[in-house]
C-alpha cells in the first residue's frame, strides 16, 4: 500500500478544511492595490497573516472570527513576487476568469467555456470583468463573525489596508440563513469531498458503510485540493523544493451569482399544475435532491447524517434517471460512478473532478410579495467559491463539460436547471412512458462578476511578505 502524505494542515488556511459555520456573517473585501511601495505591502500583509485562521487549530472558539486570504496572478505580482515564479502557477489561474478582450475582437476561449455569455456576459460584470474601471481585482479577504462581530472586523482590516489599496475595496457580504438554506430555499453545502489525511473529528464515520465495495463517500487524495500533495493521478504539483510558494495552497474560484427566486418560483409552480405534482415534487427534480438535502436515490444509514445524505450512487440504483433526472443539478455536478465504462472506474475518474464548495447566499431572503420590504426588485444570490488544485480539471471541467453540457451523459437537450447558462431547449425530467420535457424561458441565475484567487499556504505568505 502507498503512504499517505502527511498533509501540513497548521500551514493550510482554515477555509479549506471549514465553512466555518457557526460564524454566520461573513464579508469579501475585493481590491485593487495602488502600484508602489513594496515596503508597506509586504508589512501589511505580514501582520495580516498572524490574523490568517489555520487549518489547524482553527480558530480557538466556535465564535471567534476567521480571516483568509487570497490574491489574483496580479496581486501576487503587486507583492513583488518574479515572473518566473509566477509562470509556475496554472496558464487558466495567470489568464484569469475573464480575459480582457479588445473591442470587436471575438469571444475569448475561457468565457465560452464557462458559458459566460449573454446577460452572464464580462461585459456587465459589476467586478472583475471587460469594463476597464472594475476590471482588475488583486486579492480577497474573506471575514467571518458573528452577527454582531462583522462590522468591526471589516472596518478593522480596511484601515488596516487603507494606504495600500486604490480607493475602496468592494465589500459583498454573506450570511448563513437558518438551516444552511440558499435563496431558492434548498438545503446547501453538505455534500463536499473528504480529504485524505484530514483531522478526524470522529472515529469511524465510515465504518458503517456497508458491504458494498463501492463506497460513496470515499476519500479523495490531499492533492486534489493542496498544492505538493499527491492527487489521484498519482502526480504532484511541486519545485521539488521546501520552499515552494503553492505548497499547502489551492486555487479558488469566486463568482458572484445572482438567483432570481420569484422566476424559479413561479416556473416551479407553473410546471407542476401542468403535469399534476407538487411544487415540492418539481424543485426536487431539478436540483435532485428535496428541500432538506433528502437525496432521490434510496439512502442507506450510514455514521452521521451527513453521511447518509451522501451514501448513494446512481449506477445500479438509478441508471435510467427515473429517480434523480440526469440533468438535476447535483447529477450533474458530481456524477459519482454514473460516467464511464463501469461504475468502479466511473467514481474513481469522478473524483478527479471534485471541488469543496465555501459559497455563501448575499441579499436578504426573497419574500411572497415584498414582505420585508424589498420582494422583487432587491439583489440576492449565492457568493459561490470552489477550492481545487486544477482549476481546467475541476471547476471548469464541471461547469463547461457537465452543468452547461445539453448531451451531458446521454441527454438530448438541455443544460442545468438551476446554472446560469441558457440552454434555448429545455429540461428533461426522465419519466414512463415518455420523459416530461419542460421549457425555460431563461436562466434563473446570471454571473455578476468573478475571478479566479490562488489561496497561499501561511508560511508561503509570510516568504512574500519577508523583506525583498
Ligand atoms: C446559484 C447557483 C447555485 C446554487 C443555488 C446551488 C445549489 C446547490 C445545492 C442546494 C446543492 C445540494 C446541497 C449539497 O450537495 O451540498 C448543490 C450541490 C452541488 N453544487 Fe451547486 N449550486 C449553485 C451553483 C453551482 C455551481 C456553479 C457549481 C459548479 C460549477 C456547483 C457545484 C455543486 C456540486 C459539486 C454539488 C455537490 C453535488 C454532490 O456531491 O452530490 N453548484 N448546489
Same mark, same amino acid.
Given at each position: 500500500?502507498?503512504?499517505?502524505?502527511?498533509?501540513?494542515?497548521?500551514?493550510?488556511?482554515?477555509?479549506?478544511?471549514?465553512?466555518?459555520?457557526?460564524?454566520?456573517?461573513?464579508?469579501?473585501?475585493?481590491?485593487?492595490?495602488?502600484?508602489?511601495?513594496? !515596503?508597506?505591502?509586504?508589512?501589511?500583509?505580514?501582520?495580516?497573516?498572524?490574523?490568517?485562521? !489555520?487549518?489547524?487549530?482553527?480558530?480557538?472558539?466556535?465564535?471567534?472570527?476567521?480571516?483568509?486570504?487570497?490574491?489574483?496572478?496580479?496581486?501576487?505580482?503587486?507583492?513583488?513576487?518574479?515572473?518566473?515564479?509566477?509562470?509556475?502557477?496554472?496558464?487558466?489561474?495567470?489568464?484569469?476568469?475573464?480575459?480582457?478582450?479588445?473591442?470587436?475582437?471575438?469571444? !475569448? /476561449?475561457?468565457?465560452?467555456?464557462?458559458?459566460?455569455?449573454?446577460?452572464?456576459?464580462? &461585459?456587465?460584470?459589476?467586478?472583475?470583468?471587460?469594463?476597464?474601471?472594475?476590471?482588475?481585482?488583486?486579492?480577497?479577504?474573506?471575514?467571518?463573525?458573528?452577527?454582531?462581530?462583522?462590522?468591526?472586523?471589516?472596518?478593522?482590516?480596511?484601515?488596516?489596508?487603507?494606504?495600500?489599496?486604490?480607493?475602496?475595496?468592494?465589500?459583498?457580504?454573506?450570511?448563513?440563513?437558518?438551516? &444552511?438554506?440558499?435563496?431558492?430555499?434548498?438545503? *446547501?453545502?453538505?455534500?463536499?469531498?473528504?480529504? &485524505?489525511?484530514?483531522?478526524?473529528?470522529?472515529?469511524?464515520?465510515?465504518?458503517?458503510?456497508?458491504?458494498?465495495?463501492?463506497?460513496?463517500?470515499?476519500?479523495?487524495?490531499?492533492?486534489?485540493?493542496?498544492?505538493?500533495?499527491?492527487?489521484?493521478?498519482?502526480?504532484?504539483?511541486?519545485?521539488?523544493?521546501?520552499? *515552494?510558494?503553492?505548497?499547502?495552497?489551492?486555487?479558488?474560484?469566486?463568482?458572484?451569482?445572482?438567483?432570481?427566486?420569484?422566476?424559479?418560483?413561479?416556473?416551479?409552480?407553473?410546471?407542476?399544475?401542468?403535469?399534476?405534482?407538487?411544487?415540492? =415534487?418539481?424543485?426536487? @427534480?431539478?436540483?435532485? /435532491?428535496?428541500?432538506?438535502?433528502?437525496?432521490?436515490?434510496?439512502?442507506?444509514?450510514?455514521?452521521?447524517?451527513?453521511?447518509?445524505?451522501?451514501?448513494?450512487?446512481?449506477?445500479?440504483?438509478?441508471?435510467?434517471?427515473?429517480?434523480?433526472?440526469?440533468?438535476?443539478?447535483?447529477?450533474?455536478?458530481?456524477?459519482?460512478?454514473?460516467?464511464?465504462?463501469?461504475?468502479?472506474?466511473?467514481?474513481?475518474?469522478?473524483?478527479?473532478?471534485?471541488?469543496?464548495?465555501?459559497?455563501?447566499?448575499?441579499?436578504? /431572503? =426573497?419574500?411572497?410579495?415584498?414582505?420585508?420590504?424589498?420582494?422583487?426588485?432587491?439583489? @440576492?444570490?449565492?457568493?459561490?467559491?470552489?477550492?481545487?488544485?486544477?482549476?481546467?480539471?475541476?471547476?471548469?471541467?464541471?461547469?463547461?463539460?457537465?452543468?452547461?453540457?445539453?448531451?451531458?451523459?446521454?441527454?438530448?437537450?438541455?443544460?442545468?436547471?438551476?446554472?446560469?447558462?441558457?440552454?434555448?431547449?429545455?429540461?428533461?425530467?426522465?419519466?414512463?412512458?415518455?420523459?416530461?420535457?419542460?421549457?425555460?424561458?431563461?436562466?434563473?441565475?446570471?454571473?455578476?462578476?468573478?475571478?479566479?484567487?490562488?489561496? !497561499?499556504?501561511?508560511?508561503?505568505?509570510?516568504?512574500?511578505?519577508?523583506?525583498?
Amino acid at each position: 500500500m502507498r503512504k499517505m502524505d502527511r498533509v501540513e494542515w497548521e500551514d493550510v488556511q482554515g477555509i479549506v478544511l471549514s465553512g466555518y459555520g457557526e460564524l454566520k456573517r461573513s464579508a469579501y473585501l475585493l481590491w485593487r492595490f495602488q502600484s508602489g511601495n513594496l !515596503p508597506r505591502k509586504k508589512e501589511w500583509l505580514f501582520d495580516l497573516t498572524r490574523r490568517l485562521t !489555520p487549518s489547524q487549530p482553527g480558530p480557538s472558539s466556535n465564535t471567534q472570527p476567521a480571516r483568509n486570504l487570497a490574491l489574483t496572478a496580479s496581486g501576487l505580482r503587486h507583492l513583488g513576487v518574479d515572473q518566473s515564479t509566477l509562470n509556475s502557477f496554472s496558464f487558466e489561474f495567470l489568464e484569469g476568469m475573464a480575459p480582457a478582450r479588445a473591442r470587436g475582437a471575438p469571444i !475569448p /476561449r475561457r468565457t465560452n467555456i464557462l458559458g459566460d455569455l449573454e446577460d452572464s456576459s464580462p &461585459e456587465y460584470w459589476h467586478w472583475g470583468g471587460w469594463n476597464e474601471e472594475t476590471r482588475e481585482i488583486d486579492g480577497l479577504l474573506m471575514l467571518f463573525a458573528e452577527e454582531t462581530g462583522i462590522n468591526q472586523l471589516i472596518q478593522a482590516e480596511m484601515t488596516a489596508m487603507a494606504d495600500i489599496v486604490d480607493g475602496e475595496p468592494i465589500v459583498l457580504s454573506g450570511q448563513l440563513f437558518p438551516k &444552511e438554506r440558499e435563496h431558492f430555499g434548498f438545503e *446547501d453545502g453538505f455534500s463536499q469531498p473528504k480529504i &485524505e489525511g484530514r483531522p478526524k473529528k470522529s472515529k469511524g464515520a465510515n465504518s458503517k458503510n456497508g458491504k458494498s465495495e463501492i463506497k460513496p463517500n470515499a476519500e479523495v487524495k490531499a492533492g486534489e485540493f493542496l498544492l505538493g500533495y499527491e492527487n489521484e493521478r498519482k502526480a504532484r504539483v511541486t519545485n521539488g523544493h521546501d520552499r *515552494d510558494i503553492r505548497r499547502n495552497g489551492t486555487y479558488l474560484v469566486f463568482r458572484q451569482l445572482e438567483q432570481d427566486v420569484p422566476a424559479f418560483n413561479t416556473f416551479v409552480c407553473d410546471v407542476a399544475k401542468k403535469i399534476g405534482e407538487t411544487d415540492k =415534487w418539481v424543485a426536487a @427534480r431539478l436540483l435532485g /435532491r428535496g428541500m432538506d438535502g433528502e437525496p432521490l436515490i434510496v439512502e442507506k444509514p450510514n455514521g452521521s447524517e451527513e453521511d447518509a445524505k451522501n451514501n448513494f450512487l446512481y449506477y445500479y440504483e438509478d441508471r435510467a434517471g427515473l429517480r434523480c433526472p440526469i440533468g438535476a443539478h447535483i447529477r450533474r455536478a458530481n456524477p459519482r460512478d454514473s460516467l464511464g465504462p463501469d461504475p468502479e472506474t466511473a467514481l474513481h475518474l469522478s473524483k478527479m473532478h471534485r471541488i469543496i464548495r465555501r459559497g455563501r447566499p448575499y441579499g436578504e /431572503r =426573497w419574500e411572497p410579495n415584498g414582505a420585508n420590504g424589498h420582494g422583487d426588485k432587491a439583489e @440576492r444570490g449565492m457568493l459561490f467559491i470552489a477550492l481545487n488544485a486544477d482549476i481546467a480539471g475541476q471547476f471548469e471541467m464541471i461547469q463547461h463539460s457537465w452543468i452547461n453540457n445539453p448531451h451531458f451523459n446521454g441527454l438530448y437537450t438541455g443544460t442545468d436547471p438551476i446554472s446560469h447558462f441558457p440552454d434555448g431547449e429545455g429540461i428533461t425530467i426522465q419519466s414512463r412512458p415518455s420523459n416530461l420535457r419542460v421549457d425555460r424561458a431563461k436562466p434563473f441565475v446570471t454571473v455578476r462578476g468573478g475571478a479566479y484567487f490562488f489561496l !497561499p499556504g501561511l508560511r508561503a505568505l509570510r516568504d512574500i511578505a519577508a523583506p525583498a
